[in-house]
């Protein structure tokens, strides 16, 4: 059965390569649209945040944990 291997079986196998890997990269680059519009949602939620604990305590920055470490100086450098 695949005692010859002709020029049409590559050619064949390549346009199904070729195929495979469009379908692939339109999947992927679908993904990464979906995980930016995430990433983007994450990042505004963050900067609510921010904002809010900023407005919400007299103007100075949230500060927290034993060390009172401030929170803006670390999400937003």
Do not use: Y
């Not at 079986?9 to 469009?22: F, P, Q, V």
């Not at 921010?50 to 670390?74: H, K, W, Y």
């Amino acid at each position: 059965m695949w005692d010859k291997l002709t020029a049409a079986d590559i050619e064949h196998i390549n346009h199904g390569l070729a195929t495979r890997r469009s379908k692939m990269l339109a999947r992927h680059a679908e993904e990464l649209k979906v995980l930016e519009a995430e990433q983007t949602e994450i990042d505004n939620i963050e900067q609510a945040i921010i904002e809010g604990s900023v407005l919400g305590n007299g103007g100075a920055p949230f500060r927290f944990g034993e060390m009172g470490q401030d929170f803006t100086a670390q999400c937003c450098e």
